[in-house]
């Protein structure tokens, strides 16, 4: 992954004014829990998505359009690829993941970015480590990265209590459910 593009990216998002933040290997690397991110995932808000889409259109090359294309348990709402000095970009808006007990949608707003990380002076607003607790638990083969969040939340406590509490409230599997409460008591 090329930090460059994502200063690069993070400053015309910035511009936009759009609500969007980044996750998964990214996110985990701000946190050090990961040495090298793999590709940059991006959240956007429905709402914001074709401004998102548009600023990513101007950098980039996009490389798959996934919209309304879901593909069992992901039922994500906007899924776009892209290429942008040789790394990978996945958009996203409206995540959702099918379960045992219907369908998560990962709630996205304002609350959802939990600080913001600085690459080449540019402010790059990270989603938290309690929403991808969640999320990870509902992808298959993704128990290490679980445990690793898992982890970190036990050892420098949970910073966004109310972003598990609200997860509770959503289609989640019994176990998920059980594995947040062990972490909130």
Known sequence: MNFNALSYIAEELNKSEAL???GASVMLYFNGLVEKPNDID????????EKV???LDS???MTFDGCNEG???YLTRYFYKYKVDDTDIDLIAGFRIKNAQGIYEMPFDEKTIAYYGKVNDV?????????WYVLYQLMEGREPKVKLIEDYLVKNGINNMELLERALKEKLPDSVKC???KLID
């Open 20 to 22: 969007w933040a980044v």
């Open 42 to 49: 991006i959240l956007a808000t429905e709402k914001d998505i």
């Open 53 to 55: 889409k548009a600023v």
């Open 59 to 61: 950098l980039g090359e």
């Open 71 to 73: 593909k069992d348990p």
């Open 123 to 131: 402010s790059v607003p990270l989603c938290s480590l309690e929403d």
């Open 179 to 181: 594995n947040v409460n």
